[in-house]
């Protein structure tokens, strides 16, 4: 059975920080582009991160970067979104995924073109 299960969501202060774990059963994420995203309340998802399968570059929303670091660790199938100096505005369901592409070397952050989702964690930001 194939599935991400996210985890490291809750409650922090602004400023603070979380690193929430995505990990991957069913298959092997090696080959797979992996991306985060959030949906906060009454919005779209929008695409916060990904990695890519091949060279493990990245891309980051404006909103997050310099802030939020992507990382994966195949050995252990499972990739990670370290967050730091959290703003309100942060404040949403974080949700992983993963898609496989062999012609394109580097991830993009379009939902569309994801495979595999979790099932989302909370993120609160909030004093």
């Known amino acids: 059975q194939v599935q991400l299960v996210e985890s490291g969501g809750g409650l922090v202060q602004p400023g603070g920080s979380l690193m929430l774990s995505c990990a991957a059963s069913?298959?092997?994420?090696?080959?797979?582009?992996i991306g985060w995203f959030r949906q906060a309340p009454g919005k779209e998802r929008e695409g916060v991160s990904c990695?890519?399968?091949?060279?493990?570059?990245?891309d980051y929303a404006d909103s997050v970067k310099g802030r939020f670091t992507i990382s994966r660790d195949n050995t252990k199938n499972t990739a990670y979104l370290q967050m730091n100096s959290l703003k309100p505005e942060d404040t949403a369901v974080y949700f992983c995924?993963?898609?496989?592409?062999?012609?394109?070397?580097?991830?993009?952050?379009?939902?569309?073109?994801?495979?595999?989702w979790g099932q989302g964690t909370q993120v609160t930001v909030s004093s």
């Open positions: 990695i890519s399968s091949s060279d493990f570059s990245t």
């Open positions: 069913g298959f092997t994420l090696d080959y797979y582009h």
């Open positions: 995924a993963a898609y496989f592409d062999t012609v394109q070397a580097m991830c993009v952050m379009s939902p569309h073109e994801y495979d595999y």
